[in-house]
C-alpha cells in the first residue's frame, strides 16, 4: 500500500512504518480515542447497545474483507480483529513535550507503553456479527437504523 502516489501535501507526511504500527496507529486513534467515547455516548443515550455497536465494527471489517480479496495479504498483516493491542498513552506523550509530542523521523521510538488493551471488537470478544449485520441490512433500532 505505500506504493500507491499521493497528492504533494500529503506525500510529506507518509510515513513508512511496519503492520503493527499501522494497526497500532488505528486501534489508538480510532478505536482508542474516538470509537470508543462514540460506542458510550450511543449506549448511554439508547441509541444503540455498545455490543451491537461493536459487532458493527467487527461486521464492516469482515464486510471489507470480503469485498477487497486482493487486500488480504494487508489484513492479515494489520489484522485489526485482533483481541488485544498495545495501549499506546498519547497524553503522557503531550505532557513530557507538547511542542513535539513524536520524532516524525522515528516516531516508533517515542511512543509511551501502559500494557494492552482489550480490543473492544476483537475476534474472540465478538466471534460473529448477526445474519443482519453480515448481509448489510438494518435491525430496528441497531446501528445504521433511523431513530
Known sequence: MHDR??????????????????????????????????????????????DDFWAEVAACLDRHAADHPELAAAAAAYDLRRDSFRHSCLNRLQLRDHREMVDLGDQASSLMWAGELENPFGRSRVAAAPPAVRAGGVRSGGVGSAV
Do not use: I, N, Y
Request: aromatic content about 0%; overall charge negative; proline content about 9%.
Open 5 to 50: 502516489p499521493l497528492p504533494e501535501p500529503v506525500e510529506r507526511a507518509r510515513a513508512d512504518v511496519g503492520p503493527d504500527l499501522g494497526a497500532l496507529s488505528l486501534h489508538t486513534d480510532a478505536v482508542d480515542g474516538v470509537l470508543r467515547h462514540l460506542a458510550a455516548l450511543l449506549h448511554t443515550e439508547g441509541v444503540v447497545d455498545q
